[in-house]
């Protein structure tokens, strides 16, 4: 698939300090990626380089295959045919929904305008509400008009920061999987930056994850969820905990929760010091299992309960009950483990 976007080692300096070194990224044309990373990490700066913003130190962006930045030369925003969404939206106040979207539009004529403007409306779910003033709409409503604006002149990429965190928690992963729908049916190639994973999760077709600077994961959700490439993502995306352990065999660990069998054989010796990182549906509820702990904390999530429970052995491991399996903080429960596969790292990886 042809490649519409692509960063080859790409460096972002301030003040003469690398804010984002060595970063590599190819987005096919068509896919909608996210750059997912805590605060200060570099996401805004890469996304402020793909736009024409910031200059480069290092490295290059080829947008369509043409150079739109390299050290000494960036391409001004307004030639790189992009669409932006940002996290305040910034629609005016002053313009009804069917102005706010047809501003950046010239050369058109009158009704050209208006038939694109119902069609986009149409598009983002708000038919019929041309005549309406951005006060007049909920936040969900207004992050889709400034989309539906963002898309307007046919951009071939869309780049969006933080575009949903002004929205509600409930609002905000129904609100990105809507915005992946309009821009999948419409082919449209995005890039999304934010520090919130369900938000990454709902829009994109791959993750990068960053920090300091520097992409430690490019990767499907599935696989960030399931085979981290490091302790840093494993905690990042999802919950769970790390238990210390050693190999018993080459596919076999033993930790506090006993000796477990993951699906690949890891690389160190027997007895080699390793972290294994189980997630809260790696430990189930079972009366008769193998194992009791205590619960210590409980966090209702509607079908289930979270629940964060003391082992025996002192370490604290967290495990999703069905709903109905309800205990009191102090009840002692049984658990066993069933992961069809282990996430190992080496002990005292850096984190
Ligand atoms: P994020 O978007 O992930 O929060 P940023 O790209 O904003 O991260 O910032 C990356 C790094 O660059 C941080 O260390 C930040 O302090 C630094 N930085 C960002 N903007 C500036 C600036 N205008 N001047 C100096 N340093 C900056």
Redesign the pocket.
């Given at each position: 698939m042809a490649e519409l976007l692509e960063l080859i080692d790409v460096e972002c300096r301030?003040?003469g300090r690398a804010?984002v070194s060595a970063l590599d990224l190819h987005v096919t044309t068509g896919s909608l990626v996210s750059l997912l990373?805590p605060?200060?990490?570099?996401?805004?700066?890469v996304l402020r380089a793909i736009a024409g913003f910031h200059p480069l130190s290092a490295g290059a962006i080829l947008i369509q295959g043409k150079r739109a930045s390299i050290p000494g030369y960036t391409l001004p925003p307004e030639q790189r045919r992009l669409g932006m969404v940002f996290q305040d939206c910034a629609l005016f106040p002053h313009l009804n929904v069917s102005d706010n979207i047809a501003f950046g539009l010239r050369r058109m004529t009158h009704a050209n305008k208006r038939d694109l403007v119902r069609e986009l409306l149409t598009t983002v779910g708000l038919d019929g509400m041309e005549n309406r003033y951005p006060h007049e709409l909920s936040g969900g409503q207004q992050q889709r008009v400034a989309l539906a604006r963002a898309l307007a002149p046919r951009p071939d990429l869309i780049l969006m920061d933080e575009p949903f965190s002004n929205l509600d928690v409930d609002m905000r992963e129904h609100v990105s999987s809507e915005v992946r729908n309009i821009l999948k049916r419409q082919g449209t190639t995005a890039v999304l930056?934010t520090h919130d994973q369900s938000e990454a999760f709902a829009l994109a077709d791959k993750v990068g994850v960053l920090r300091e600077?520097k992409l430690l994961q490019w990767d499907t959700p599935y696989n960030l969820y399931h085979e981290p490439a490091c302790t840093f993502v494993a905690d990042f995306i999802g919950k769970g905990v790390f238990l210390n352990g050693t190999l018993v065999t080459p596919d076999t660990v033993r930790t506090e929760l006993g000796v477990c069998k993951g699906n690949r054989a890891y690389p160190w010796g027997k007895d080699a010091p390793i972290e294994v990182l189980f997630r809260p549906d790696d430990i189930v509820s079972d009366p008769d299992g193998p194992l009791r702990a205590q619960v210590t904390q409980k966090a209702f999530k509607g079908a289930e309960i979270l629940y964060t429970l003391r082992l025996p052995t002192g370490g604290q491991v967290l495990s999703l009950f069905p709903s109905h399996v309800d205990h009191p903080v102090g009840a002692t429960v049984g658990i066993r483990v069933e992961a069809d596969h282990l996430v190992v790292f080496p002990r005292n990886q850096n984190r």
């Open positions: 301030y003040n804010a990373g605060s200060g990490s570099g996401k805004t700066t930056v600077g």
